[in-house]
């Protein structure tokens, strides 16, 4: 299979300042998160039947909330996200 790791910049989802200390929760709800950036990684419209499970993670070392999900279709995709600062 493949792996790719996508770095976007926190500014790109809210109007903060320079060098704010941001949470993915902080953002955007997972279902935003599906929805809005999903189509960057597809390349197409995430349908609410390619959803196979989505769920939050929380770090107890580190205390950073993970946005999972995966999605079935062509190609099949497991997704983590996390922000942490800017």
């Known amino acids: 299979g493949d792996l790719a790791v996508v770095v976007a910049p926190v500014m790109r989802f809210a109007d903060i300042g320079f060098n704010a200390d941001v949470r993915i929760e902080d953002l955007l709800n997972l279902e935003q998160l599906i929805y809005g950036f999903g189509p960057e990684l597809t390349g197409d419209t ?3 039947d390619q959803i196979v499970d989505m769920h939050v993670d929380k770090d107890a070392e580190s205390g950073l909330s993970f946005y999972k999900y995966e999605l079935v279709g062509s ?6 996200a996390t922000a942490f600062k800017n």
Do not use: Y
């Open 75 to 80: 190609p099949h995709m497991l997704v983590s």
């Open 46 to 48: 995430v349908e609410p």
